[in-house]
């Protein structure tokens, strides 16, 4: 794929704090699209270094001219043959799991809101990982961070041994970032994509603890192959110290939002960049939406204990939303969702001008941690597009995010995903 970078916008991505200050909010947004852009040119790129490279060469000697292309290698070749029951489906009826879901059924039940019961709820549950098997139907992936992140992704065991990756005592799964103090060279981590593949679905998300701190760039997403034209669903997503979430699809050709207006839309969240959502048409700022519950990302979302995240994806579009862990429907908890009773979502990218089979097929979900890179990396010197007062340059006193990476094994007690399950749906026909 094949798409532009203005010069000048990837400039402002880089601006230091006291120039960031001189553009308005609405160049901010501008300014994180354009930042979102280019690291979302190698996030999707083939895990090759020789890929790698191509995605970034033109972004890192190019100095003059008023565009930049960027030329980007679809597919990470993860793709399974998709469907199939496995040891990870039925997980969640074994001991940790069992007691993870009833804790949550049972914190949650004065949330209810509906008055469904499991008998009509149209979604059938394919896919539950949760409590002690939660990682055996996923896939690690342990090539070089695609993003040009200062991680070292390890495979199932060295994770497992390092304590990377574990079910705590509440049954929840772990996916940590190395915490040795001085490590030479990049920091371990973990990114795990699902075998399971997905056409339309329901994924719900029950997250007690995400990953934040400086330098860290964590997401969970769903991703389709040749991309972008599988499309690209990023659900939950942020850096640094973001506490607010923002929710994006990339697309190919001809995928747009028919508004930006969040009232229009029927959304609790504001459209950030453009509304056509074509990766290789607008640089790739693709169609984000931005939380405005500072309790959505990062510290805000682990000190409520976390919620969940939900995506639906059916012939009428995608949407997205976002429970508190003090208001989680019922229903979710029951594994009976109805997805009518839960009000406005945090996001809606209709149908209407971007047809849902066309544009977004053969989804995997993924959780992965990186550190620095395109996104936290780019942000390192920086308060544009992370929401922060001061950059992690100053709040930290280290000048790059990789020397921090290095030393600061400290810093990244807070980078972990704890997870009490990840639920795939499909409807019931
Ligand atoms: C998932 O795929 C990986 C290989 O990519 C394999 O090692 C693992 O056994 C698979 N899990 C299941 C439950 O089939
Ligand atoms: C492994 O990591 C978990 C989660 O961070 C932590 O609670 C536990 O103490 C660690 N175990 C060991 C043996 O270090
Ligand atoms: C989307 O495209 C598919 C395949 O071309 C077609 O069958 C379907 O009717 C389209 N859906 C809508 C809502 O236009």
Same mark, same amino acid.
């Given at each position: 794929m094949y798409f532009r970078v203005p010069l000048i916008l990837f400039l402002l991505a880089s601006a230091a704090p006291s120039d960031a200050n001189l553009f308005s909010r609405g160049s901010e947004h501008i300014i994180r699209s354009i930042s979102t852009a280019h690291r979302h040119a190698v996030k999707r790129s083939s895990n090759l270094a020789r890929d790698l490279r191509r995605a970034l060469s033109p972004i890192l000697v190019s100095q003059d001219g008023s565009s930049q292309s960027v030329y980007c290698v679809t597919g990470d070749g993860l793709i399974g043959s998709g469907g199939g029951s496995s040891s990870?489906?039925? #997980?969640?009826?074994?001991?940790?799991?069992?007691?993870?879901?009833?804790?949550?059924?049972?914190?949650? +039940? $004065? !949330? !209810?809101?509906?008055? $469904?019961? +499991? $008998?009509?709820?149209?979604?059938?549950?394919?896919? /539950?990982?949760?409590?002690? =098997? %939660?990682?055996?139907?996923?896939? %690690?992936?342990?090539?070089?961070?695609?993003?040009?992140?200062?991680?070292?992704?390890?495979?199932?065991?060295t994770a497992s041994s390092g304590n990377l990756t574990g079910i705590n005592s509440a049954g929840n799964a772990y996916m940590r970032v190395d915490t040795t103090q001085t490590v030479s060279g990049n920091r371990q981590s973990v990114r795990i994509t699902t075998n399971y593949t997905f056409t339309q679905g329901l994924v719900v998300l029950d997250a007690v603890h995400a990953p934040t701190g400086c330098a860290t760039w964590p997401a969970f997403w769903t991703d389709g192959p040749n991309w972008p034209n599988g499309g690209e669903i990023d659900i939950m997503e942020g850096v640094n110290s973001l506490t607010i979430n923002q929710a994006s699809i990339h697309t190919a050709d001809g995928c747009t939002l028919p508004s930006s207006d =969040?009232?229009?839309?029927?959304?609790? #969240?504001?459209?950030?960049?453009?509304?056509?959502? +074509? +990766?290789?048409?607008?640089?790739?700022? #693709?169609?984000?939406?931005?939380?405005?519950?500072? /309790?959505? %990302?990062? $510290?805000?979302? /682990? !000190?409520?204990?976390?919620?969940?995240? !939900?995506?639906?994806?059916?012939?009428?579009?995608?949407?997205?939303?976002?429970?508190?862990?003090?208001?989680?429907p019922s229903d979710i908890s029951n594994s009976a969702p109805q997805p009518s009773g839960w009000g406005t979502p945090l996001s809606f990218w209709p149908s209407t001008d971007c047809n849902m089979t066309t544009y977004f097929y053969d989804h995997q979900a993924i959780f992965d941690t990186t550190l620095c890179g395109q996104w936290a990396g780019d942000a390192w010197d920086s308060t544009s597009g992370t929401g922060q007062s001061q950059s992690c340059a100053t709040m930290t006193g280290v000048s790059t995010c990789a020397d921090y990476v290095a030393n600061n094994g400290d810093g990244f007690t807070e980078a972990y995903w704890e997870v009490k399950s990840v639920k795939i749906y499909q409807e019931s026909s």
């Open positions: 990870g489906s039925s #997980g969640g009826s074994g001991s940790g799991g069992s007691a993870s879901s009833k804790a949550s059924g049972t914190s949650t +039940a $004065s !949330a !209810a809101s509906s008055s $469904s019961s +499991a $008998s009509s709820s149209p979604w059938k549950l394919q896919q /539950n990982y949760e409590g002690d =098997s %939660f990682f055996n139907d996923w896939t %690690f992936f342990t090539a070089s961070d695609p993003t040009d992140g200062n991680v070292q992704y390890v495979d199932s065991s =969040s009232s229009t839309l029927g959304i609790s #969240g504001t459209v950030v960049g453009g509304t056509n959502c +074509a +990766a290789e048409e607008s640089g790739d700022a #693709g169609c984000g939406v931005q939380s405005s519950e500072t /309790n959505s %990302f990062g $510290s805000g979302f /682990n !000190a409520i204990g976390g919620g969940v995240y !939900a995506m639906q994806w059916t012939d009428d579009g995608i949407k997205v939303w976002f429970f508190p862990r003090s208001s989680i």
